[in-house]
DNA sequence: CGTTGAATTGACACCGTTCAACGACAGTGG
DNA sequence: CCACTGTCGTTGAACGGTGTCAATTCAACG
């Protein structure tokens, strides 16, 4: 996985430890020198406005962002950029953008011009396979998020979620064995987990006493993470998107998966 | 619009109102030969299992299924598949269900197995870049019912599902200009909702009372459909992908500034 | 007519929001 | 060093939305 970061450090992380394996060299060549335009913003630079029509695509390099929907009045946070993980993928030539994102802390992005990743697309079937897997990771995600507010109480809601960032961070090389690391408020958790940060630190405060996890100023730490999958009812498939020690049919004959 | 549907009786709906103009004539063709295969199931039917690897995708002909998560204790729907809508799509390749998808009512499926549907998309990419915009168009629908839940309370969040089911009917030309019929009960409604059966129920007397909308025996009615859509604070721009060509609603149906 | 599932209503407990106040901590400038 | 300041975190109390349980009515259908 370094080997795969210091060659691809721009892209190294697109998908890794999920289908990445749909990319052969070639692939993973073109995607990276495709997005080699780096720039760096600061906290809360606004990356992506909703309702404005995106003309270019950005990967997330270093740092981490919020999809923000909702008015001023109640602020929502529908989903999180890890490192990895496209901005605004979702908006490559299908319209403008519903919702905001929001750097969370300073952040490191690689860019492309829409007309010019078209290209590689239509050149490389791979890419646009590639591209596709990506958005419906995505869609998993948010399916499992729209689940997770409908039929948890808060301090499993809050407890299901880091159980998902935990794996996100581990499937990019971020998490350690303990926990990880990520500058999030209570706020933003709140936002995340559809509830009051009042109420969020109330269900924090319960986690705490059950001693499953802990979460302060942007460190998260679990003594036991069977413990608290458990507690979090927390099955991470929908993540992989692949199950285990079955091969999946359709793409039986693409070259090896990397081993994770 | 009849004219498609004559021409393309099994997957004429597809995409239809949206981005069905990325197909030419050859590739909507291709299309319909591929999931010429079309069968009937009564109501109930599973049509796809979570946790099953899925080796054919199928479309909806005739008739409406609902994506079921949770387990049994707690069910929660996901999602509902309209004529048009790909059941199944997001399964194409990438790994097992992670949620039921159950008939409602009596349908009709048009089918095709992945390998024969892979043939096509590899062969013309206009195919794999519909397949595309479709999942992504799931994806912000998803995104929308992430934030309905988090941010609205019952009465809205019901408005709110309606006015999106009115759009998307009227985009697959189901839908009248008073109201559509979908056989849904109110404990479907609740669950769409993320609340309990009894709870919608006084949810939607609530909208009765308000004389904004009425839900009996699975037929939709609005006499005032932009009163209803501003009640909801609905915005169709989510469904279409493409820019709003009409104005904000108004907002004066609504509350005071406070929680919605 | 009886059966069945759906819709409706009331009483009550609980979860989550709201408002208010306070504490902890980092950065800044004296 | 200190005071000042703003953000974040924490706690208590009151309120209201929602879930739960129970009972009743209604519609559809044999």
């Keep these: 996985m370094k080997q795969e970061l210091e060659r ?24 990276e020198s495709a997005m080699a335009n780096v720039a760096e913003y600061p906290a809360g630079t606004l990356l992506a406005a909703r309702g404005e029509i995106v003309l270019r695509s950005a990967i997330m390099v270093e740092g981490f962002a919020l ?15 890890l490192p990895g993980d496209f901005i605004d993928l979702h908006a490559f030539g299908y319209g403008p953008l519903d919702h905001d994102v929001i750097a969370l802390g300073a952040v490191r992005i690689g860019q492309v011009d829409h007309d010019r990743l078209l290209d590689h697309v239509l050149d490389k079937p791979q890419l646009m396979r590639a591209f596709w897997s990506a958005t419906l990771i995505d869609g998993a995600i948010q399916r499992q998020w729209t689940l997770k507010v409908c ?7 809050l407890a299901h ?23 999030l408020t209570q706020a933003d958790l709140a936002g995340m987990c559809g509830m009051t940060a009042i109420h969020l630190n109330r269900a924090l ?12 100023r942007g460190v998260f730490e679990a003594p036991d993470r069977l413990r608290l999958e458990g507690y979090a009812q927390f099955r ?7 199950l285990p020690d079955t091969p999946i049919p359709s793409l039986r004959y693409l070259p090896e998966n990397t081993k994770m």
Tied chains: 1, 2.
């Design 151 to 157: 039929q948890f109480k808060a301090p499993r809601r």
């Design 8 to 31: 691809y450090p721009v892209t190294g992380r697109f998908l890794m430890g999920r289908t990445r394996y749909v990319l052969d060299e070639s692939g993973k060549q073109a995607l």
């Design 67 to 81: 999809r923000v929907g909702g008015d001023a009045h109640q602020r929502c946070i529908l989903g999180i950029c």
């Design 236 to 242: 991470p498939d929908y993540l992989t998107r692949t």
């Design 205 to 216: 405060g319960e986690l705490r006493r059950l001693a499953l996890a802990d979460f302060r």
């Design 161 to 183: 979620l880091m159980c998902e960032l935990w794996y996100r961070m581990d499937m990019v090389v971020l998490a350690a064995p303990t926990g990880f690391h990520i500058p």
